[in-house]
């Protein structure tokens, strides 16, 4: 069955901010206190899911049977969701929701909104969650636990057969709509009729999602692990990028790396130092022109060679995903992107 927006009318099509999804949200964990137990079983047990799913992503082994009160609170020193659990107890908890759609957290508020909590409760009773819907790569979010929009849809479909609730069913559809758009990218055409690219905003954002999350079959993923994907905003109309394969080498004043910029594979350099740029432009392009005539990889020049700190000393030509019958191959485009790291490697040994 397809996922369309379009076949009824949602409300969530028209709440779009992220003060629609906090009251979503707290409306949700308000069902959860005992006392509304009876008055809809249903969404009682669904909202005390959400609870627990919120307290075991810290404590995994606390025993939700002994929660005898619920209460929830918006905007509490600006932090989004507060809720209160078994409030006048020595077994209080806090639970403070950060909730973000597709905007990040900013200007250390994780860190204020944590250090408040701590002026009311104990730091065992805090239950921070970084509470996440829209689209993200990292998560640099200091002792909050991430709540993503998976974890969310999980949660909303186990009770989706039993709440009868025109809300809850127009969430619930508003999110997997979400999760369908970026999964479209697998089954669409690459190239168009008309020999324009098939691929809209969406279709770059799941295919760099997937991409991220695969990248273990790159390459060795470590803890300090620099790959990243985002929208770049340019004054030419910006793209969808994925950079990663970051090579550090000695005594070297620049670091090359890779860069998807759309349908572009580029191999790129980082150079700080502005009175070294055009000789590591120059030196890059020989080394990897060199590295890539060895491996038989044909690349091409960019229109423009650039001069800041970050250039783009050559691309692959043509387009690096593989198709099958005009739809994106996965597993051949991986092949592709470990042959341009080859070349890294080549052009610049450790």
Known sequence: MTMKESDKPNLFTYATSELSQ?????????????????????LHQVASDFIASLIHR?????????????????????????????????????????????????????????????????????????????????????????YLRKDFLALLKSGSERVKNAIYSDFLSHLEHMEYVVNQYSVKDLIKTDGSNGWDP?????????????????YEVTEDDTANWSYIANPSGGFFGFWWYFKTIQNSPFTPYLQLENDAL??????????????????????????????????????????????????????YRSQKDNKLDFDATLENLKKAQQILDTAFPQ
């Open 22 to 42: 906090d009251a979503f949200i707290c409306g949700l964990a308000a069902w959860a206190d005992p006392k509304f137990k009876t008055a809809d079983p249903a």
């Open 58 to 146: 810290h404590k995994p082994h606390y025993d939700v049977s002994r929660i005898n009160s619920v209460n929830v609170e918006r905007q509490v020193e600006k932090l989004d969701v507060l809720i209160k659990i078994i409030e006048n107890s020595d077994d209080k908890l806090a639970i403070l929701i950060e909730d973000k759609t597709h905007t990040d957290h900013h200007s250390g508020q994780l860190g204020r909104y944590y250090e408040n909590a701590t002026k009311s409760f104990a730091i065992e009773q805090i239950i921070p969650i970084y509470f996440k819907t829209g689209y993200q790569s990292k998560f640099d979010v200091g002792n909050y636990k991430t």
């Open 202 to 218: 969406d279709d770059w954002r799941g295919f760099f999602m997937s991409l991220y999350d695969k990248r273990n079959q790159l």
């Open 266 to 319: 580029c191999f790129k350099i980082e150079v700080k130092d502005e009175t070294k740029r055009q000789e590591s432009r120059g030196e890059a392009y020989q080394k990897l022109t060199e590295a890539s005539s060895q491996l038989g990889v044909e690349l091409s020049r960019p229109t423009r060679m650039g001069s800041g700190r970050y250039m783009t000393v050559l691309r692959w030509k043509g387009d």
